[in-house]
């Protein structure tokens, strides 16, 4: 703060710290008018949290398809109860624009959950190719209409392959509500395989916690699962996942 940049000299210090950045002139130009942006503010001392936000948004372009495995527990408020106008306008624009996460009846996009975007955004954005994720979300994928593309593993710019699913619903107490584990793995392209006629294995489990965040050691004492397998069902334009009938044991098996 307090000394002028040009853009010549930014775009010197850019080439050499981050070649790839400044190789397009674009690019070079929105990040010059970003910095001086960022400049201003730091020199009227009102840019304190800025320069953070930046560093997390550079880090989000540096490691973009570059994990192997995600792991997530996202936030399933409804888009519908977001409070914010602007925000709430975004969101649904990367529901329906950005990633067609709702098809064929656009109304239904204020019912989708703020997880389902970001578990599939997540995937789209960090998920290299081949990759695995295993998610958290509310038990609704599994039957709502809201939900049909995401039980499909399509959306524009990610297809996945459901590999396994473990229903909760049957376990208390659990906070916000219902709830079920999703995992499957990145697919390097979009389409290209049907669902297993015999579907894809998954757990139901069962039992009483002791609380809400009970740990691991504590949860293994109290629940049990089942061997299931869910089959994706399909009738007219509408989908679900329903349950196939298998084996009990304790919890152990979730390992």
């Not at 304190?48 to 372009?61: A, E, P």
């Not at 996202?74 to 996460?101: C, D, I, N, S």
Request: glycine content about 12%.
């Amino acid at each position: 703060a307090g000394h002028t940049v040009d853009e010549t000299l930014f775009g010197g210090y850019l080439r050499d710290q981050y070649p790839a950045l400044a190789s397009d002139p674009a690019v070079a130009a929105a990040l010059f008018a970003t910095a001086e942006v960022l400049r201003s503010r730091l020199q009227a001392r009102r840019g304190g949290i800025w320069s953070c936000v930046l560093r997390n948004g550079f880090r989000t372009l540096l490691l973009r398809g570059r994990f192997d495995v995600v792991v997530s527990s996202p936030p399933w408020l409804p888009l519908e109860r977001v409070q914010q106008p602007e925000y709430q306008e975004f969101l649904l624009r990367e529901l329906v624009q950005t990633h067609r996460l709702v098809s064929g009846r656009p109304e239904l996009a204020g019912q989708v959950g703020l997880a389902a975007l970001f578990a599939m955004r997540t995937a789209s954005l960090y998920l290299r190719a081949g990759g695995a994720m295993g998610c958290v979300l509310p038990r609704q994928i599994l039957t709502a209409e809201q939900y049909g593309v995401l039980r499909q593993g399509d959306c524009r710019g990610l297809s996945m392959s459901w590999t396994e699913l473990w229903d909760l619903d049957q376990v208390e107490p659990l906070a916000p509500g219902p709830a079920c584990v999703l995992f499957g793995a990145r697919r390097e392209e979009r389409g290209g395989r049907e669902a297993r006629e015999d579907g894809m294995a998954g757990k139901v489990v069962t039992g009483r916690l002791p609380r809400a965040d009970a740990g691991a050691a504590e949860a293994a004492e109290c629940l049990t699962s089942q061997e299931v397998r869910f089959q994706l069902g399909r009738r007219g334009g509408r989908s679900c996942w329903t349950e196939v009938a298998g084996t009990a044991h304790r919890l152990p098996g979730l390992e």
